[in-house]
T-cell receptor, first 116, second 113 residues
Framework: EAGVTQFPSHSVIEKGQTVTLRCDPI?????LYWYRRVMGKEIKFLLH????????ESGMPNNRFLAERTGGTYSTLKVQPAELEDSGVYFC??????????????FGSGTQLSVL | AQSVTQLGSHVSVSEGALVLLRCNYS??????LFWYVQYPNQGLQLLLK??????LVKGINGFEAEFKKSETSFHLTKPSAHMSDAAEYFC???????????FGPGTRLSVLP
């Protein structure tokens, strides 16, 4: 069974450009999460999809970030325009059910974003 | 608001020595606690978790952690380090069903020959 896949693994862009990150969750997982780790600090929650709906987007830093999950399958996270402070590792995770107390999140290997 | 602290961003141990990675949390309610590990170029993998019941939790690869409510701690240990344990370890907490994970800043473990 394929795990959570993220593309690209690395992205280097200039300030002001646009970048789109993609996440393919495990097939059948309704819940999809985006997290971010900036400058080696803690991994922070960005948002949570249940199928195609945004369940919680309280962690999105500002309106330069746009996440979509059309059709409830893969998700994209667009940063437009990118700023220097957006550099970091963006993780995607999925789970079959919400309420993660009795199950685990399956994480992708992340996208390393560098904004120059 | 809940938070997680991990003492020591980088810990080095000799092969065969005890591994101790510290995690403390702040939570207004009894939390659910997790340790995740990230090996180079891989995603985070669950090592172990505490939800309810026995406070000493055993995980994969010989790791275990003990939930101590009085100390608000969930330290990760392994009696004997192996070279393959070199990775970054993250402690995480959620306060209840449907809540989101809050992660600590991570501790990078190096194992010296």
């Amino acid at each position: 069974e394929a795990g959570v896949t993220q593309f690209p693994s690395h992205s280097v862009i200039e300030k002001g450009q646009t970048v789109t990150l993609r996440c393919d969750p495990i097939s059948g997982h309704d819940n999809l999460y985006w997290y971010r780790r900036v400058m080696g600090k803690e991994i922070k929650f960005l948002l949570h999809f249940v199928k195609e709906s945004k369940q919680d987007e309280s962690g999105m830093p500002n309106n330069r970030f746009l996440a979509e999950r059309t059709g409830g399958t893969y998700s994209t996270l667009k940063v437009q325009p990118a700023e220097l402070e957006d550099s970091g590792v963006y993780f995607c995770a999925s789970s079959q059910h919400g309420g993660t107390t009795n199950e685990k999140l399956f994480f992708g290997s992340g996208t390393q974003l560098s904004v120059l | 608001a809940q938070s997680v602290t991990q003492l020591g961003s980088h810990v080095s141990v000799s092969e065969g020595a005890l591994v101790l990675l510290r995690c403390n949390y702040s939570s207004s309610v009894p939390p659910y606690l997790f340790w995740y590990v990230q090996y180079p170029n891989q995603g985070l993998q669950l090592l172990l978790k505490y939800t309810t019941g026995a406070t000493l939790v055993k995980g994969i690869n010989g790791f275990e952690a003990e939930f101590k409510k009085s100390e608000t701690s969930f330290h990760l240990t392994k009696p004997s380090a192996h070279m393959s344990d070199a990775a970054e370890y993250f402690c995480a907490v959620i306060e209840g069903y449907g809540q989101n994970f809050v992660f600590g800043p991570g501790t990078r473990l190096s194992v010296l020959p």
